[in-house]
């Protein structure tokens, strides 16, 4: 069983940054990969980063490459998205997803178990 809380959402000017949090309880949090999705008002939920449980490998959304990192300290149990460049159509309600996953497919986290409640994000023009 694992439970995610995510933290560090807020306001921001455009061209600005936030630091999205995903803290894990649960002894095997290590064994998951992890993503953060975004949803925004009227779209479907969207894959943004998604890093492996060793950290090895990212995955990045195109529009979100060259401005947000994702990484993951498996003694804190926690994995970051640092975003930067912000722009307002980064403005979403973002979530961290986990699940156990393997192979070529390892970030396909859309049906992950394991959600978290959601931060928001607003980024202002």
């Known amino acids: 069983q694992v439970q995610l809380v995510e933290s560090g959402g807020g306001l921001v000017q455009a061209g600005g940054s936030l630091r999205l949090s995903c803290a894990a309880s649960g002894r095997t949090f290590s064994s998951y990969a992890v993503g953060w999705f975004r949803q925004a008002p009227g779209k479907e939920r969207e894959l943004v980063a998604a890093?492996?449980?060793?950290?090895?490998?990212?995955y990045y959304a195109d529009s979100v490459k060259g401005r947000f990192t994702i990484s993951r300290d498996n003694a804190k149990n926690t994995v970051y998205l640092q975003m930067n460049s912000l722009k307002p159509e980064d403005t979403a309600i973002y979530y961290c997803?986990?699940?156990?996953?393997?192979?070529?497919?390892?970030?396909?986290?859309?049906?992950?178990?394991?959600w978290g409640q959601g931060t928001q994000v607003t980024v202002s023009s």
């Open positions: 890093i492996n449980w060793s950290g090895g490998n990212k």
């Open positions: 997803a986990a699940k156990v996953t393997s192979g070529s497919t390892w970030y396909r986290l859309i049906d992950s178990g394991y």
